[in-house]
């Protein structure tokens, strides 16, 4: 049943808003909202093909329907509006995550998407480039170039 299916998504769908949003409680509801849009539109998904990237391309499209509609870009983090990150006993660790969240955050909104799409999302090139609207190699170039800067801001 598809309901369960999504169910078993909804880390994976939290963790993709929360790259969109930055912010929790708008993550949480860009995920209620997408998950409710996918409920309401379950009828349109074909059995068989890829639950997950049908549910990443809702969410995407309705981000920047909202971003669209409101009028209103995301803003960037600040160190102390920043959320800390998962709880780590290791200091070192933690100062390590909160580069790699700040330097993410320094990338472009098309770069850091393509990579969490990529990198941490587990969709092949063909499939994020198919969620983001441009081609194999448009993404290719996006991730790359993402790759790259995030080597050079942490060093």
Known sequence: MIKDDIVALLPDLRAFARFLCRE????????????????????????????????????????????????RRPTSIDDEAAVPLAAVDNPEAALALKELSLALWGLSPQSREALVLVGAGGFSYEEAAAMCGCSVGTLKARVSRARRQLAGRLG
Do not use: C, H
């Not at 996918?38 to 074909?46: E, G, I, P, S």
């Not at 549910?55 to 971003?67: A, C, K, P, V």
């Open 24 to 71: 929790r409680e708008s993550a949480d509801d860009l995920v209620q909202n997408t998950v409710l849009a996918a409920l309401d539109k379950q009828q349109q998904f074909a059995p068989g093909t890829n639950l997950k990237g049908w549910l990443f391309t809702i969410m995407r499209n309705r981000f920047y329907s909202d971003l669209r509609t409101q009028r």
